[in-house]
């Protein structure tokens, strides 16, 4: 699968047919082959992105096994746990990385002088905006492929995730060799790899990002992305839904309905 020869063009229109095409390899091959997809098309131009979540800990573990080298990055929103940033400089001693840091220019106080205090709760969409969505965009501008760890099985937003994708707002090829894997399977090859993972999944949280819009949740949370921007008509920061990018998170009401 990784010697096939076809070749994207990136910043140019993707037919359909020719996703459609690779789509259906994937689906029967495996993380390791899409990973080898990517860096035969697209070398060094094609870069990981991770919240240091279990998906992330598994491609970086693949990419260091399959002597893949490329640039690893974070979204740094000077708002994540400190178990966060304690588990990245634990990935990168273990496997001699430089992951990069990726930020906004505004500072949480600078933020706050323009657009009121806690943003993250008056207008929680904007908060990932500034915070996530365009530092990405940014970062990305001169790359051709971003890698994620999006799965189908993480939500109901989620569950249409193909493996290759053409992401209109960055520009860029997306990337997600684990979108038909499910939780237990990522979880099942961390614990049999001993690779290392947040601590805090083993306190209640299933899904992990900044602190002002993560909870913990029940054992029989509905999904694996339960627990963040609880209360809210919002379930992802943008990045991924960009439809989401400049909208309010409105809270619910008592039917569920945003008020």
């Known amino acids: 699968m990784h010697e096939l020869k076809e070749e994207i063009i990136p910043n140019q229109k993707l037919s359909k047919e020719f996703l459609d095409s690779l789509n259906r390899q994937f689906e029967v091959a495996g993380p390791s082959q899409v990973l080898f997809w990517g860096y035969h ?39 994540l746990f400190n178990e966060t940033y304690e588990l990245k400089d634990r990935v990168e001693k273990r496997f001699d990385l430089e992951i990069t840091r990726v930020t906004s220019g505004l500072s949480v106080e600078e933020q706050a002088e323009k657009y009121g205090e806690k943003l993250w709760e008056t207008n929680p969409n904007r908060c990932c905006h500034l915070r996530k969505v365009l530092p990405l965009r940014n970062y990305l501008s001169d790359k051709k492929a971003w890698i994620t760890g999006l799965r189908r099985s993480q939500s109901e937003d989620r569950k249409n995730t193909q493996f290759v994708e053409w992401d209109p707002e960055n520009k860029v090829v997306k990337i997600n060799p684990l979108a ?26 299933p899904s992990i990002g900044c602190i002002p819009c993560t909870q913990t949740v029940d054992n029989d949370a509905e999904d694996e992305r339960a ?10 920061c943008g990045i991924h839904l960009p439809a989401q990018k400049n909208g309010n998170g409105t809270k619910k009401n008592f039917n569920g309905n945003g008020q």
């Open 41 to 79: 098309t697209f070398g060094t131009d094609m870069v990981l992105g991770t919240g240091f979540g279990p998906s992330g800990m598994f491609l970086i573990y693949r990419l260091w096994e399959l002597g893949i080298n490329i640039p690893i990055f974070y979204l740094d929103t000077h708002l």
């Open 180 to 205: 038909n894997w499910t939780g237990k399977e990522v979880w099942n090859y961390i614990r049999g790899k001993g690779l290392p993972y947040n601590p805090l999944h083993d306190e209640g949280y």
């Open 227 to 236: 627990g963040r921007w609880k209360g809210l008509e919002k379930t992802e």
